[in-house]
Nanobody, 123 residues
Framework: QVQVAESGGGLAQAGDSLRLSCVVF????????MGWFRQAPGKEREFVSS???????YYADSVEGRFTISRDRTKNTVFLQMSSLKLEDTAVYYC?????????????????WGQGTPVTVSS
């Protein structure tokens, strides 16, 4: 059984940094990509960032230049370093794993999801 576990969320002030981590257990096949999505209260879950097996990265325009995704393939772990946090970054952040090709900005491409870790940014 595949399990996806996020950690690192919490409270931060605007301008601060936070680092999210995600570990995948029980995956019998290699992950094609790992990604982060977020869902703010009353809004749809949206793409944040993803990293391919070849370490190619993608970012949403709203986080480009502020967030950095990285992965440790040997440990099936992905990180999201979030800097210069803004109030609008407040959301529950979900880690996701894709094992088949597809649009990495689309939720439907990802087969496995974590339970989410909340991030709250205050002024």
């Amino acid at each position: 059984q595949v399990q996806v576990a996020e950690s690192g969320g919490g409270l931060a002030q605007a301008g601060d940094s936070l680092r999210l981590s995600c570990v995948v257990f029980g995956l019998s096949e290699s992950s094609l990509a790992m990604g982060w999505f977020r869902q703010a209260p009353g809004k749809e879950r949206e793409f944040v960032s993803s990293v391919l097996r070849a370490d190619i990265t993608y970012y949403a325009d709203s986080v480009e230049g502020r967030f950095t995704i990285s992965r440790d393939r040997t440990k099936n772990t992905v990180f999201l370093q979030m800097s210069s946090l803004k109030l609008e970054d407040t959301a529950v952040y979900y880690c996701a794993v894709a094992t088949r090709p597809g649009n990495l900005r689309s939720r439907g491409t990802y087969a496995y999801w974590g339970q989410g870790t909340p991030v709250t940014v205050s002024s």
